[in-house]
């Protein structure tokens, strides 16, 4: 079945960044992270590392399914992943990251810089000090990665894929720097953290 995006993705490149702003301030996502339901149990869904969602082995092929389900999802302190409702909380397997990043915008240079990055859910996240980018710390194996919602260090993240990630390092590289860095959104984020 082929994807469907909403109207207002339809050409994420075509959207200015102040549209995209409007966009982000728009989402209203359940509140998760309050919910503590005493019923818990499995979900029989995974998401692989390519970002496809299954179900008891069967893909879920409905993009507004997947859409749905990533709106419940959350990180647990232990580092599982869980579909939460206020009645029940389900485990979920994750093989990489929930989230894959799959296009960028960005408006401005240097420390006036943003980034907004569409998620392969469709959601926006712009990169700054509440969704922090990190590299990891080996430059010949860079682990690129958008820190999407819940807690910093412990959230949900997104893989940034390679395409991506070469754009950003461009950037970096272009600004100059020891180390090369990006700004988004009034933070820096070096190439290589460690």
């Not at 109207?7 to 982000?24: E, G, K, N, R, W």
């Not at 408006?107 to 700054?128: I, Q, S």
């Not at 260090?153 to 590289?173: K, S, T």
């Amino acid at each position: 079945m082929a994807r469907s995006t909403p109207p207002h993705l339809a050409d994420f490149s075509q959207l200015s960044l102040a549209d995209t702003v409007a966009l982000l301030g728009a989402r209203k996502l359940p509140p998760v992270e309050s919910w503590r339901p005493e019923r818990t149990g499995d979900s029989a869904m995974e998401i692989r590392a390519d970002g496809s969602w299954y179900h008891e082995g069967g893909r879920i092929d409905r993009p507004a399914m997947v859409r749905l389900f990533s709106t419940i999802l959350r990180r647990e302190p232990d580092g599982s992943h869980v579909l939460v409702t206020p009645a029940e909380r389900l485990r979920i397997a994750v093989e990489d990251m929930p989230f894959r990043a799959v296009e960028m915008k960005s408006e401005g240079e240097g420390k006036a810089r943003r980034l907004v990055f569409r998620l392969d859910t469709d959601d926006l996240v712009m990169a700054g000090g509440d969704h922090p980018l990190r590299f990891g710390g080996d430059p010949d194996h860079p682990d690129p990665r958008l820190h999407v919602r819940g807690a910093i260090g412990c959230g949900l993240q997104a893989r940034i894929g390679r395409a991506l990630y070469y754009e950003l390092a461009e950037m970096a590289l272009a600004e100059g720097g020891d180390p090369p860095a990006l700004w988004s959104n009034g933070a820096r984020f070096v190439l290589v953290d460690g």
